[in-house]
């Protein structure tokens, strides 16, 4: 039995809310599933001036100086985050092996072009670490989507023998995982519904806690409708989105309907429930039967995105990882800690039924600690 790799993910998402690790003792015997042993998560919101500046290079013209300064920033502020978490559990900071850090997204073009901010060498430098980052290129430079990537985890991790899943991450952006019972990595489908929290979040800044404020709206049917009749949603995957899709001008386009910001937020979370569904119904469905759905991410937290889905879902059970002894909060930066540990060990991560890839590759960048 290998020794374990202790391994810092990090994972700051499209919502822009704040940054999430999670620190694992990860044990991967030679051609058998990794064990993972959570030791410590803590998550760290970012300032209302630093989402305000990292939105303003997110989709839209900005100067290269602002795009720049925030790639050495970031790194600074991951750095913080896992030595305070450290701290905190009282691990030594030395006793990490590796880091695996996603970065902040500020563009994605699923197939074409993607970037995520934070040097890895300042990372590596200033934690002593060896730190893997940009785990999205080699994918797309294998003709695929570059998204989503965790779904190798839910593959190791999720599937069952006899019960056949979706896993559903309610992140920013809401994506799918078909997991047949007993699957391989060949039968494993993943792909962006549409979004999550984001169009949410955007609506009521920094987010409509326990949805108090879209609970007290009513869905507007006629709007629902305009929104669901973009082609995206019956798109086949391998499929990914962004704000590229769903930021400022998406918002426009709900302001435009008048509607109070109640009634926006609740048409709003109906549309998300819908896609998640939609995806479900014509994506899944007619190639596997779904047992249950299990859910991770800020989403969980929303009471009425969770009503409207499990509404939507009818018998199919939802359940959370939770449930599973998986955070739901802390799920992504536990999965990139695994992407970060595959590296070490040579194994290809992308799942090219997922994201179209021509070919399995080994996903990410090493910056060594100096």
């Given at each position: 039995?290998?020794?374990?790799?202790?391994?810092?993910?990090i994972m700051s998402?499209?919502?822009?809310?704040?940054?999430?690790?999670?620190?694992?003792?990860?044990?991967?015997?030679?051609?058998?599933?990794?064990?993972?042993?959570?030791?410590?998560?803590?998550?760290?919101?970012?300032?209302?001036?630093?989402?305000?500046?990292?939105?303003?290079?997110?989709?839209?013209?900005?100067?290269?100086?602002?795009?720049?300064?925030?790639?050495?920033?970031?790194?600074?502020?991951?750095?913080?985050?896992?030595?305070?978490?450290?701290?905190?559990?009282?691990?030594?900071?030395?006793?990490?092996?590796?880091?695996?850090?996603?970065?902040?997204?500020?563009?994605?073009?699923?197939?074409?072009?993607?970037?995520?901010?934070?040097?890895?060498?300042?990372?590596?430098?200033?934690?002593?670490?060896?730190?893997?980052?940009?785990?999205?290129?080699?994918?797309?430079?294998?003709?695929?989507?570059?998204?989503?990537?965790?779904?190798?985890?839910d593959w190791l991790?999720?599937?069952?023998?006899?019960?056949?899943?979706?896993?559903?991450?309610?992140?920013?952006?809401?994506?799918?995982?078909?997991?047949?019972?007993?699957?391989?990595?060949?039968?494993?489908?993943?792909?962006?519904?549409?979004?999550?929290?984001?169009?949410?979040?955007?609506?009521?800044?920094?987010?409509?806690?326990?949805?108090?404020?879209?609970?007290?709206?009513?869905?507007?049917?006629?709007?629902?409708?305009?929104?669901?009749?973009?082609?995206?949603?019956?798109?086949?995957?391998?499929?990914?989105?962004?704000?590229?899709?769903?930021?400022?001008?998406?918002?426009?386009?709900?302001?435009?309907?008048?509607?109070?910001?109640?009634?926006?937020?609740?048409?709003?979370?109906?549309?998300?429930?819908?896609?998640?569904?939609?995806?479900?119904?014509?994506?899944?469905?007619?190639?596997?039967?779904?047992?249950?759905?299990?859910?991770?991410?800020?989403?969980?937290?929303?009471?009425?995105?969770?009503?409207?889905?499990?509404?939507?879902?009818?018998?199919?059970?939802?359940?959370?990882?939770?449930?599973?002894?998986?955070?739901?909060?802390?799920?992504?930066?536990?999965?990139?800690?695994?992407?970060?540990?595959?590296?070490?060990?040579?194994?290809?991560?992308?799942?090219?039924?997922?994201?179209?890839?021509?070919?399995?590759?080994?996903?990410?960048?090493?910056?060594?600690?100096?």
């Amino acid at each position: 039995m290998p020794q374990p790799l202790r391994v810092a993910g990090i994972m700051s998402g499209t919502s822009l809310d704040g940054i999430d690790v999670a620190i694992a003792d990860i044990t991967w015997p030679k051609g058998k599933k990794p064990k993972i042993e959570l030791l410590a998560t803590s998550t760290s919101p970012y300032s209302k001036k630093l989402r305000s500046r990292l939105l303003a290079v997110s989709n839209t013209d900005c100067h290269t100086r602002d795009v720049a300064r925030l790639h050495y920033e970031l790194p600074e502020l991951y750095a913080q985050a896992v030595e305070a978490t450290c701290l905190v559990a009282n691990l030594p900071l030395d006793s990490l092996h590796l880091v695996g850090c996603h970065g902040q997204t500020v563009y994605h073009e699923g197939a074409t072009a993607t970037l995520q901010l934070g040097e890895p060498s300042i990372l590596a430098a200033r934690l002593g670490t060896n730190v893997v980052a940009n785990f999205r290129a080699a994918d797309i430079a294998a003709g695929g989507q570059g998204a989503p990537l965790v779904p190798f985890f839910d593959w190791l991790l999720l599937t069952h023998p006899k019960r056949h899943r979706v896993a559903l991450n309610l992140g920013g952006i809401a994506n799918l995982h078909l997991l047949p019972a007993n699957a391989s990595a060949g039968q494993v489908l993943a792909f962006d519904s549409g979004p999550g929290n984001m169009v949410l979040d955007q609506l009521a800044p920094p987010f409509d806690k326990n949805a108090r404020r879209a609970s007290r709206g009513t869905p507007n049917q006629k709007l629902l409708n305009q929104l669901l009749r973009d082609p995206y949603y019956l798109a086949p995957p391998p499929k990914s989105c962004g704000r590229e899709q769903f930021g400022e001008a998406f918002l426009a386009k709900l302001r435009k309907s008048n509607l109070s910001t109640e009634d926006l937020l609740a048409t709003a979370t109906l549309f998300t429930a819908a896609t998640v569904v939609i995806g479900i119904q014509h994506h899944i469905v007619p190639r596997n039967p779904v047992d249950e759905v299990i859910a991770s991410g800020g989403g969980i937290h929303n009471p009425l995105l969770m009503r409207f889905l499990q509404e939507l879902l009818g018998p199919i059970p939802l359940l959370t990882t939770e449930s599973l002894g998986i955070p739901t909060d802390h799920k992504e930066a536990l999965a990139f800690a695994l992407l970060a540990a595959a590296h070490h060990y040579g194994i290809p991560a992308n799942l090219p039924a997922s994201t179209g890839a021509q070919r399995p590759v080994l996903l990410g960048q090493l910056a060594p600690a100096p």
